[in-house]
């Protein structure tokens, strides 16, 4: 039967997301995103069965020892292998993050389609409060939460999902107007479908897109935020191995031993370029970035 | 003054890198020659590569393509070996452009005076104190109505004519010799479309200028260009005198081209040019026509056909000696015409829509405004089977009555009632699911008006599921025995509309409003978007359908002859008001009220020997006057205050033929003719 011919786009909506992923592998900067970050995901996987050492043993006699044979990256101030520590240091990042951000994109997506939909003076009037919102520095309002409630990740989760869901709202919202202007919404309108209909059949699958864009960047940016948190001595707490933490804890020796700091910046930074260039590779195989050379 | 050609583009190629690494030329041997006080017309269908030789005219490549071969000298200069700076020199100054939508292209934030001075300073030796004297000469010019107004203004408080007419005045400002136009009057309203043709003509001639100009419209080319050259495929393929390409062209495609062109004076429909140009890089070794060429032979599928001179202008044909066996007038099927009944399918009972929206403190104080609505009293009866076409220009109310008729926006008094009498809920959400089956709309834009995301199985699916409860199976099979019926097979089923050809995707979207079954299908200019062999393909389409369903139409155009080939009945509106209505071969034949007398003589046969009267200014009003005729400002037959403060009555010229004016039918009638004579 020729008329049953097998297309891509209908058999499952699974195989749409494999053709996207070839499309961003076609890009070279795409592939190199999806490359380091497919390392980082298989390096927190995989990092407690391969790591030289114990993450917490203590050598009191190599202390801030330089990079050597026996310790790539050097020892820290209680002579802990620096280079175990900063493979291990991203799995807690990665977890935190792993969660906090769908739960993020969908609860912000969830409300923003509908502010979206709800339209007019009440759409406006709730978007000033979010723009209210967003107008305070994120670090101030996370930490009066964390110190109210206690860090762990059983408030950095939450945390960081209800925070970076705001903005969120905003992009979900005007990817709903956008999509509801659009003639196939009124099509469907005059034909009489049900509302829910018309929101799951015809707005959603055109605003899931960007939202999915959208997610990946909100995840490097929390990444950079759990990181910023650590730091500041509000997210993993010792002896727990995490980049931030690890960038605090040598912050004091850096003068005169740098290597200290130099690996987990490495990393977090490859990870945060890695999900950015992914995340482009992303928008362009979708069709959303259609941003061109300038023709000047 | 010397002859040589001031623009030469010789044998010019030029293409695109393709992800396998290829490169595919979008334009293949393209040689062309334009002397001062020459203009060419340059056509073809959307593809053809017609924009891509204007834009290589002043040494500009659209990103991502490449110049393959070939070159182009202006005035002596090589302009793809010029640098950035010697190019900006004389872009905008001596080889200047001026694009389809200039709304677009002026600076919106930029008042036209100030544009105009920039292109002064950059390629003018003027002196500060000479701009101002300059750009209002310029303006008058271009015949914009008081220059000094008009200077000061910003973009957006032009209309889109006028606009069209600054873009012309900035072109001249760098005392152009080589004006470059891309499709300058598409998108604007018949009268305004002639009027610029006008305003082109005569600069041309008075300024000794060259001039390309690109259109699909050979209406438009017929005004104002000597030569014409038609593009297929990236390839000319036939040049010629204008008279000599659009009266007895040699080449079949050309012939095709013509023979699709919907006609104001012969009711018959437009012949359907069938298939596709081949996509860049597919063209073969062949014609690059061959396939879809009614006298094509073996020959012309191996041998690729060379430019050679005929009597019939130079083309690319082996076989043009054959070629006037493909009639040009037409062999087009009569109209299916509707049979006369008392059977009512929808009555339109003094609609009447306003967009204004009272402001919070005018409903606050209950303050209230004259604003006049913007559809007003419209009272129309449609009868079984029966097509009812509405004109009118932009702004003339034409697509908001679809829209109110289908639900989807709010009508302010009036009602809107169906064939048994019963009167339709005006809202979409309160109306039964069968009301709601028998009427559907079709949309100008497809892309627009079909989900992207969405497969044509699940687009026809929709209707389906949700009118008649089919699924699965049973709603595949019924998918699949329309898409016949729209002359798309089974194997559409699958692709995504991303996939389709612009005639295909608008064939879909008639394939879903016919999925409901409906007894009323809306269409909102669904052909001004398409090629013109496309347009006859889908006008054929419609008519086929009609015939088969007997269903009934509302069919909204701009485009007074496409409205013709499909409607027993033409409504005329001017400002959201009824002008003139009744069966459209009287309305066409002898039109009656002033207003269709302006729309019908503005109106671009593709013949150089028939020019359009142009009979009213083109003035664009934005909002209709509170009393009198709604034209009383713009009509060439005006008689004086009456107009001004008194509605015009209706008036009854034959059997269903009612217009509605201050003048006696037999004097309206009357004057026409001695103005003929």
């Known amino acids: ?296 | 003054m010397n002859n040589s050609p001031l623009l030469q583009i010789d044998r010019i190629s030029i293409g695109f890198r393709a992800s396998t690494g290829q490169i595919l030329p979008v334009l293949r041997d393209v040689s062309l020659q334009l002397s001062r006080g020459q203009s060419l017309g340059i056509v073809g269908e959307s593809g053809s590569g017609k924009s891509t030789v204007v834009l290589a005219a002043m040494g500009f490549l659209k990103h991502g393509l490449q110049l393959i071969s070939g070159s182009v000298s202006f005035d002596g200069n090589n302009m793809f070996e010029l640098s950035g700076k010697e190019l900006e020199k004389l872009r905008g100054g001596k080889i200047a452009l001026i694009p389809q939508n200039s709304g677009q292209s002026l600076t919106p934030s930029l008042k036209i005076g100030t544009q105009l001075t920039e292109v002064l300073k950059l390629h003018t030796g003027l002196s500060n104190d000479q701009y101002m004297d300059r750009i209002i000469e310029l303006l008058g010019l271009v015949r914009l109505p008081d220059p000094e107004a008009i200077a000061k203004r910003y973009p957006h408080e032009l209309s889109g004519g006028q606009q069209q007419r600054a873009a012309i005045a900035m072109a001249l400002a760098g005392d152009a010799d080589v004006l470059l136009l891309d499709e300058p009057t598409t998108g604007l309203d018949v009268t305004t479309q002639a009027h610029i043709l006008e305003l082109l003509r005569d600069l041309s001639i008075e300024r000794n200028m060259a001039m390309a100009y690109v259109s699909h419209d050979l209406g438009a080319i017929a005004r104002v260009c000597d030569n014409v050259m038609v593009m297929y495929a990236g390839e000319a393929i036939l040049e010629g005198s204008t008279r000599q390409v659009l009266t007895s062209p040699f080449h079949p495609y050309a012939r095709g081209l013509l023979a699709s062109i919907p006609k104001l004076n012969d009711p018959r429909l437009p012949v359907a040019l069938d298939g596709r140009p081949p996509a860049p890089g597919l063209a073969g070794e062949g014609c690059a026509f061959v396939s879809r060429c009614a006298i094509a032979s073996d020959r012309c599928h191996r041998e690729h056909p060379e430019m050679q001179a005929t009597p019939g202008g130079t083309l690319r044909c082996h076989h043009y000696k054959d070629s006037e066996r493909i009639s040009i007038t037409g062999t087009g099927a009569q109209p299916a015409r509707a049979q006369a009944t008392d059977q009512m399918s929808l009555v339109l009972d003094s609609l009447s829509i306003s967009y204004h929206i009272p402001s919070f403190f005018d409903s606050l104080f209950g303050a209230k405004q004259e604003i006049p609505n913007t559809v007003d009293d419209i009272s129309v009866k449609v009868t079984k089977g029966e097509t009812l076409g509405l004109v009118g220009e932009s702004g003339s109310g034409k697509s908001t009555i679809l829209k109110t008729v289908a639900g989807l926006l709010p009508l302010r008094s009036g009602s809107v009632k169906t064939g048994d009498g019963k009167e339709l809920p005006p809202r979409v959400e309160h109306r039964e699911s069968r009301q709601l089956q028998s009427i559907q709309l079709i949309f100008q834009n497809p892309d627009e008006s079909l989900n992207p995301r969405h497969t044509v199985a699940q687009i026809l699916g929709q209707p389906l599921g949700l009118y008649f409860g089919l699924r699965g199976k049973e709603g595949e099979a019924r998918s699949i025995e329309i898409l016949r019926r729209v002359r798309l097979g089974g194997h559409y089923m699958d692709r995504l509309p991303s996939q389709l050809s612009g005639g295909e995707k608008q064939r879909v979207a008639i394939a879903r409003a016919f999925a409901a079954n409906p007894e009323l299908v809306l269409c909102d200019e669904i052909t001004s978007a398409l090629d013109v062999s496309v347009q006859a393909a889908v006008i054929d389409l419609l008519n086929e359908l009609k015939k088969e369903h007997g269903t009934n139409f509302i069919f909204v155009s701009h485009d007074l002859a496409v409205v013709r080939a499909l409607s027993d009945r033409v409504a005329v509106l001017y400002q959201g008001r009824l002008c003139e209505i009744g069966p459209s071969d009287q309305v066409y034949a002898l039109p009656s009220h002033p207003y269709t007398e302006v729309l019908l003589g503005a109106v671009l046969e593709p013949d150089p020997d028939v020019a359009p009267k142009l009979l009213a200014e083109d003035v664009v009003e934005l909002s209709p006057p509170a009393r009198g005729c709604p034209f009383q400002r713009r009509c060439p037959r005006r008689l004086g205050s009456v107009c001004d403060n008194q509605e015009p009555p209706w008036q009854q010229s034959e059997d269903r033929h009612f217009i509605r004016c201050h003048i006696p039918i037999e004097e309206l009638h009357g004057a026409q003719v001695e103005d003929a004579a």
Request: hydrophobic share 55%; no cysteine.
């Open chain 1, 1 to 296: 039967m020729a008329d049953q011919a097998v297309n891509p786009a209908r058999t499952a909506s699974s195989m749409r997301w494999l053709i996207v992923l070839k499309d961003i592998w076609a890009r070279p900067s795409g592939a190199i995103g999806l490359s380091i970050v497919t390392f980082h995901i298989l390096l927190a996987v995989l990092s407690p069965l391969i790591t030289p050492y114990d993450y917490r043993e203590i050598d009191a006699f190599n202390i801030l020892s330089g990079p050597s044979a026996a310790h790539w990256f050097g020892t820290d101030d209680l002579g802990r292998d620096i280079f175990s520590r900063m493979m291990l240091g991203g799995r807690e990042a990665l977890i935190v993050t792993g969660i906090a951000t769908p739960i993020a994109v969908l609860w912000g997506g969830f409300v923003g389609i509908l502010f979206g939909l709800i339209g007019g003076r009440i759409d406006e009037f709730l978007m000033r409060i979010v723009d209210a919102f967003l107008s305070l520095p994120w670090i101030l309002k996370m930490l009066v939460l964390i110190v109210t409630f206690g860090s762990g990740n059983a408030v950095l989760i939450p945390t960081l999902a209800f925070f970076y869901g705001i903005p969120v709202i905003r992009i979900a919202r005007a990817a709903t107007h956008d999509v509801v202007a659009r003639d196939f919404v009124s099509a469907a309108k005059a034909r009489g479908h049900p509302r829910f209909s018309i929101i799951s059949r015809e707005l959603l699958p055109n605003v899931m897109d960007t939202l999915m864009v959208e997610g990946a960047m909100r995840w490097s940016w929390m990444l950079l935020a759990f990181s910023s948190l650590s730091f500041l001595g509000f997210g993993v707490s010792p002896p727990t191995p995490d980049w931030g933490l690890m960038i605090k804890e040598t912050r004091a020796y850096l003068t005169f031993a740098p290597w200290g700091a130099l690996g987990p910046v490495i990393l977090l930074s490859s990870l945060i370029i890695g999900i950015n260039l992914t995340a482009d590779g992303l928008a362009k195989a979708l069709g959303i970035d259609r941003a061109q050379k300038a023709p000047v």
